[in-house]
């Protein structure tokens, strides 16, 4: 039951910096005129730095999670 909510845990870690790299993604790029998908034709300047940041922390807690689930499982790497 531990390793469930460990797993539940560390799946609301990765909803939530998901969540928050998208917002970054709102603020800083333009929608189409749908409103839906992003707008690149205006080719924006976004800062390098703070795009890594919020890919390394998304890249980084699924790579966390993906270790709790493969012990969880007893799952082997192919």
Known sequence: MQEKDEIRKELDKLIKIRTDFYDF???NIPKDK????YDFSKNPTLDAKSVYSHFHKLDYQA??????????YDLKAK
């Not at 749908?34 to 998908?37: F, V």
């Not at 790579?63 to 969880?72: E, M, S, T, W, Y």
Request: aromatic share 6%; net charge positive; glycine share 12%.
């Open 63 to 72: 790579r966390k999670l993906r270790g709790f689930l493969v012990k969880a």
């Open 34 to 37: 749908k409103g839906i998908a």
């Open 25 to 27: 993604l709102d603020t």
